[in-house]
């Protein structure tokens, strides 16, 4: 690469780290999105399939309607539909979701919503999806 073309492209190189906007606030796609590893954030409107082997955050003003195959997800937005994970959903205070969970690990803030129904991975047992939190505070 020439040293002008890195000057012009280094910002994107140097933006590795930072999440990958593939769909703006405002925007709304119905089809079906894939990508590696990393991290890709969605703000705007997805219906159909996304997935990949990196992290998927839906910001607050994300929606998707239909399926997450991912390995983390980290909601802020709002899905409808079935989320698989191979590490780890968490739902943030702002987060909504409507479905199914199937992830080894659940994570939902106070906030956070999850109406539908969760599995484990590796195990056959559903798991109610409406769990009272646990209050770790030691007793007097």
């Known amino acids: 690469m020439k ?13 590795q780290e ?11 796609v119905v089809g079906s999105i894939r990508f590696g590893d990393g991290v890709v954030r ?12 990196g992290t998927l955050i839906i910001g607050e003003k994300g929606f998707l309607q239909g399926e997450a195959e991912v ?3 980290v909601l802020n937005g709002r ?7 191979t590490a780890i959903t968490h739902i943030t205070l702002t987060g909504r979701l409507f479905g199914k969970v199937h992830s080894p690990r659940l994570v ?24 009272p939190p646990v209050n770790p505070t030691p007793e007097s």
Request: charged letters at 20%.
């Open 108 to 131: 939902i803030d106070p906030g956070g919503v999850f109406d539908g129904e969760g599995k484990t991975l590796g195990s056959e047992g559903i798991l109610p999806a409406s769990v």
């Open 42 to 53: 969605l703000d705007g409107h997805l219906e159909g399939k996304i997935s990949g082997q």
């Open 79 to 85: 899905v409808q539909g079935q989320v698989s994970t």
């Open 71 to 73: 390995n983390t997800l």
């Open 3 to 15: 040293p002008k073309e890195k000057k012009l492209f280094g910002h994107f190189f140097s933006r």
């Open 18 to 28: 930072q999440p990958l906007t593939i769909l703006c606030e405002g925007i709304s």
